[in-house]
């Protein structure tokens, strides 16, 4: 028993650790010096790092963000040990690595909201539920031109996708609570968008 709850320590610290590497506020300050956190939205992730360096470095961050909530759910499902056979590791890590990402330890507990590298942790429990809802973001992003309606259906639809493909009970309770955090993370996006003034991609 200790050991189980010491390996869900460790899987639980090393996940929040790298998830808090702040992938968006080091490129904008190794590109211009200055700090993301007041710019724009405020926020570290993708969509804010493309109003200040443009659409490449959009890319470039959600790709980094997204390997990044990967990395520590791949590492847990290859070495962990503990609840196996319902995922229990490997949902500890992703839980833990969303969180690092949105409040990190190196930004005063400050981030991103978590979509890129939630969508990782989604595409490292099961690849096929990653890419149907990678693809889902990407056409409501592109119809709606608004990545916030895009990321808050996508990951909202998540546990759906989990469950029609059979997965772990684990895996599924993790895109309902990610999801639910994710909106969570998006309340203000929320209000702009039922006022009407959203930023959309251009």
């Known amino acids: 028993m200790i050991f189980k709850l010491i390996e869900i320590g460790i899987v639980g610290l090393i996940a929040y650790l790298i998830g808090s590497i702040p992938t968006g506020y080091l490129i904008v300050k190794a590109k211009t010096g200055e700090d993301i956190r007041t710019i724009g939205s405020g926020s570290t992730g993708a969509t804010n790092v493309k109003r200040i360096l443009g659409k490449n470095y959009f890319f470039l961050v959600m790709i980094l963000d ?40 190196f930004l005063n507990f ?41 990321s808050i259906i996508a990951l909202l639809i998540s546990p759906i996708v989990m ?6 009970i684990g895996y599924i309770a993790y895109c309902i609570l990610g999801a639910i955090y994710i909106v969570y993370l998006h309340r203000e996006n929320i209000k702009r968008l039922i006022q009407g003034c959203e930023n959309k991609v251009r």
């Open 163 to 168: 469950y029609l493909l059979h997965a772990p």
């Open 66 to 105: 997204a390997l990044k909530g990967a990395l520590p759910v791949i590492l847990a499902k290859i070495f962990a040990t503990v609840g196996s056979t319902i995922g229990i590791a490997p949902v500890i890590a992703a839980i833990a690595v969303i969180i690092g990402h949105s409040k990190s330890i």
């Open 110 to 150: 400050k981030g991103g909201k978590s979509v890129a590298s939630g969508v990782g942790t989604i595409i490292a429990l099961n690849w096929i539920a990653g890419i149907i809802i990678a693809i889902i973001w990407g056409i409501i992003t592109y119809s709606t031109k608004y990545v916030s309606v895009g």
